[in-house]
């Protein structure tokens, strides 16, 4: 009964795997072929690259970013991802202007200890954080995406494989000498 | 046996899969560290006069009260008991002294309103060395005030120009009185 459920329990697991798997390869395709950032349920998920945001987020940690129109307005308080100079930056509001009729946002890291020189406007403005983070993945994430981290996710399913059809072709050799000696 | 072991390989190379996807799904943030200061507003103000002016002023005025004193006792030193030629001789060095001496006092007057004025600029007191410098040549001009006595040299000058005038005339008449003598004679 018990070996049934873990047999259960397994079966079920490995096919939410495969299925998480095909939808993971579904979007990033799907982003690779639209050209945007990947999104999944309107969420963007991104690896935490340093700490100007910590005890909020801590630096390797994921967080889901909700992404929004450049029509949202937001609050002081809300913590943005935006672009700026090319980089894509999660900070604090801090403060509400009117540049040219239109919200612009002054933003802090929480453990910075001065505003940032720039306005961040409501074109820049890539989402909001919803307070979903998941500590330590972004580190895996970064140094899988490091030469030795790739090459190993590379190398490691490849020398596997070639084990797994080593030891078929063995066991299969060896079942057909079985059978002729019979 | 087989078939589990080729379960966990297949495990495993998913699970790797799996991170490559990661990679491509996972974008990157940076809470992006900044240290600034917010800017201030800064005053920014030079002095309007520097101690090396103030400390020019206070020796000039040093070195004229110096010369004034010495001027001054020249000048009373003089002793009128003389010959009419020397009393001439020392009449006009007593000019140029009392001269020189009026001079030197515009020159101290014209130092004091200068450093008036920078006082006056200074009226916070913020900068002591005019303060300092100005009390200074104060306390100079009025020691010159309080030694140097104009008219003394003024007497002084009238009683030497009395005696020159004096002599004159007692020369004037002994050289009558010869000239009767000789006539009467004659």
């Known amino acids: 009964m018990t070996k049934k459920f873990w047999k259960a329990v397994r079966r079920i697991g490995s096919g939410m795997f495969i299925v998480i798997l095909c939808l993971a390869s579904f979007v990033v395709l799907s982003s690779r072929i639209s050209g945007g950032a990947p999104t999944v349920l309107g969420y963007q998920v991104k690896a935490v690259l340093s700490g100007s945001m910590e005890p909020t987020f801590q630096t390797g940690s994921i967080i889901g970013i909700e992404t929004k129109d450049k029509h949202t307005s937001y609050q002081i308080g809300d913590v943005i991802t935006f672009n700026m100079d090319g980089k894509v930056i999660t900070h604090r509001i801090t403060d509400v202007k009117k540049q040219n009729g239109q919200a612009v946002y002054k933003t802090k890291g929480d453990n910075n200890d001065g505003e940032d020189r720039w306005t961040v406007s409501p074109q820049n403005i890539i989402g909001l954080y919803k307070g979903f983070t998941i500590p330590y993945v972004g580190f895996l994430l970064n140094y899988s995406s490091s030469k030795l981290g790739s090459a190993l996710l590379l190398f490691v399913p490849g020398l596997l494989l070639f084990i797994s059809a080593f030891i078929s072709i063995n066991g299969a050799k060896k079942e057909l000498e079985a059978g002729k000696v019979g | ?186």
Do not use: W
Request: hydrophobic share 35%; aromatic share 8%.
């Open chain 2, 1 to 186: 046996m087989r078939k589990t072991f080729h379960q966990h390989i297949t495990f495993v190379c998913l699970c790797c899969l799996f991170f490559c996807l990661g990679n491509y799904l996972v974008g990157e943030t940076e809470a992006k560290f900044s240290s600034q200061d917010k800017a201030q507003s800064l005053e920014l103000s030079t002095a309007f006069v520097f101690p090396e002016t103030i400390k020019h002023l206070e020796d000039t005025a040093e070195e004229i009260v110096m010369s004034m004193k010495k001027n001054y006792q020249m000048t009373l030193s003089n002793t009128p008991d003389e010959s009419l030629g020397e009393l001439e001789v020392q009449l006009s060095k007593i000019k140029a002294n009392v001269q020189e001496l009026y001079i030197q006092m515009d020159n101290l007057n014209t130092v004091y309103e200068e450093l008036s004025l920078y006082k006056n600029k200074n009226q916070q007191d913020t900068l002591t060395y005019v303060h300092e410098g100005f009390q200074s040549v104060e306390s100079l001009r009025n020691e010159v005030l309080a030694t140097i006595d104009f008219s003394k040299v003024e007497a002084v000058h009238s009683l030497l120009e009395f005696k020159i005038k004096e002599l004159e005339k007692m020369t004037k008449q002994v050289i009558e009185n010869d000239e009767e003598v000789l006539e009467g004679s004659a």
